[in-house]
DNA sequence: CGTTGTGAAATGATTCACAGCT
DNA sequence: AGCTGTGAATCATTTCACAACG
């Protein structure tokens, strides 16, 4: 049982870009990284990234660095992406249809199962090898399919409809593109993606003419 | 001259989320709105909603609260929205035609005045109004339509080397969809959207339990 | 050696609390 | 009375710096 006191937010984000970069390294051969290393390919410093680690267990060896694969592994186990998660598509249109067409998504530990539109004209249709359903079969197949997270692309009209829908049947986490706040009566975790907030922060950088500022993510 | 003295990162952000949550008010005809409703609607303090909107300006007003309209139209200009920002979107794939087809970038001030790929199926194909155009008419046209913003939906392989052409190209910010880390040589600003980040930060709530947990962008 | 893990110090962000305006 | 703007206090995060380890 790793301590687990308290995890700062940011250390969270963070562990999903040095996951990234280690996986990289990964296919490049490279066994071990220090934390210099590591900091120096995000723009963070060597205690940062030693801390960040830290919260969840002692990864490394010292005069060593860290091993690639195994600290991958431990990312993994960390994230709860080591395992399989069910998840279902709801909205077929544009941000519906990218989403089922990323081939990481897989990779991460997410199993797209289920695909489903209120759209006549779309439901029945074949998108990336997942047939479209009516919404009205949603809460018996998150049930029957063992679904824990919803992928929420539906227009902001109707995307709170929606969120009540998941909840009800069940699910535990949404990851909503739809460009509004969802009341979630505490019920189930929420992360959101939305463009119009990512292209703001350029624009606002931009305008500052602050160029080259750290990156981060929708962000 | 407002004192601009150093801004807070969180604050760009929420502030993103103000805007969106005044937008939505301005269409309910709600005229004036004060910190304490700002910030329960978006799981804030009233103070945090203050503190944030008084980096910029003195927009309220002491027993009233801020009028809607004016402080969205004071966000906009903190933003550089008020303005246009011409775009272009390199990568016609499925990221790039959810991007074209999203209706609210042209409402937050961006339009999208160009389209490039490299693929010789898709040049030529015209997609959401757009025609696509080889990557080779890439800088001639950057000058020629007064393009600021890169949206960049290409695949993680290719990303850092469009990113270069675009930097060469004269670009002022990119918007980043490739789950990479772009190098941008101080030159410009950078905003990286990554879904796989996202599901990660997602993976990793549900993971703990931690239920309803405040969202937050990609962030 | 080089590199980790971690208390202690420094910096940054949020909340408190209240004077002052309408 | 109701609400803003803001210094001061609190809380969170990052950086420093170094003992301990392979």
């Known amino acids: 049982m790793t301590s687990r006191s308290k995890i700062p937010r940011p250390t969270v984000k963070r562990l999903s870009l040095y996951l990234r970069d280690l996986e990289s390294r990964r296919e490049q051969e490279q066994q071990t990284i220090s934390s ?18 830290a919260y969840f267990g002692q990864f490394g060896h010292p005069g060593i660095g860290y091993h690639v694969q195994e600290l991958i592994a431990e990312l993994r186990k960390i994230f709860g992406t080591d395992r399989k998660w069910s998840a279902a598509v709801v909205g077929a249109g544009n941000i519906g249809r990218a989403v089922m067409a990323y081939p990481r998504f897989r990779h991460k530990g997410f199993e797209i199962v289920a695909v489903f539109d209120n759209n006549p004209n779309v439901i029945g249709q074949v998108i990336s090898g997942h047939r479209v359903r009516p919404m009205d079969d949603l809460p018996a197949l998150v ?11 539906v227009p902001a009209e109707t ?6 829908v998941l909840i009800d049947a069940g ?26 907030v990512a292209l703001e922060q350029l624009a ?3 305008s500052l ?3 080259g500022s750290l990156d981060e993510q929708e962000e």
Chains 1, 2 share one sequence.
């Open 143 to 153: 049930g029957a399919r063992d679904i824990k997270i919803g992928i929420l692309a």
């Open 159 to 164: 995307a709170q409809a929606v969120t009540d």
């Open 209 to 211: 003419g602050l160029t």
């Open 36 to 53: 210099q290393q590591l900091g120096d390919a995000l723009g963070l410093t060597d205690a940062q990234v030693r801390k960040d680690l």
């Open 171 to 196: 699910i535990l986490g949404i990851l909503n593109f739809a460009p509004v706040r969802l009341d979630v009566r505490d019920a189930v975790s929420i992360t959101s993606v939305d463009f119009s």
């Open 204 to 206: 606002f950088q931009v």
